[in-house]
């Protein structure tokens, strides 16, 4: 059984920065971690980086130049580096992940990033 383990969340003053990471665990042969994605209260959940397995990253407008999604392929991870964190970015951030052998998503439990004034 394949798993997510996402770490590196916490509570950060606006401006700060943190970093997250995403690994495999488990029977993760074919499992291509993709992108982080975050749910704030109330809202839904919104795709904030993506990579490819040759490293090629897009982000969401509200988060480019701040964030950084990179990939570790000889572990396996994924990780987030969040800079010049603001208020607005206050969200449960989840890792996403496609299983290629049993075609379908695998997420992460979610890591809560709390950003304070």
């Known amino acids: 059984q394949v798993q997510l383990v996402e770490s590196g969340g916490g509570l950060v003053q606006s401006g700060g920065s943190l970093r997250l990471s995403c690994a495999a665990s488990?029977?993760?042969?074919?499992?291509?971690?993709r992108a982080w994605y975050r749910q704030a209260p109330g809202k839904d959940r919104d795709l904030v980086a993506t990579?490819?397995?040759?490293?090629?990253?897009g982000y969401a407008d509200s988060v480019k130049g701040r964030f950084t999604i990179s990939r570790d392929s000889a572990k396996n991870t994924v990780s987030l580096q969040m800079n010049s964190l603001k208020l607005e970015d206050t969200a449960v951030y989840y890792c996403?992940?496609?299983?290629?052998?049993?075609?379908?998503?695998?997420w992460g439990q979610g890591t809560q990033v709390t950003v304070s004034a």
């Open positions: 488990g029977s993760n042969s074919g499992v291509e971690i």
């Open positions: 990579i490819t397995r040759s490293g090629a990253s």
């Open positions: 996403y992940a496609y299983h290629t052998l049993q075609n379908r998503p695998v």
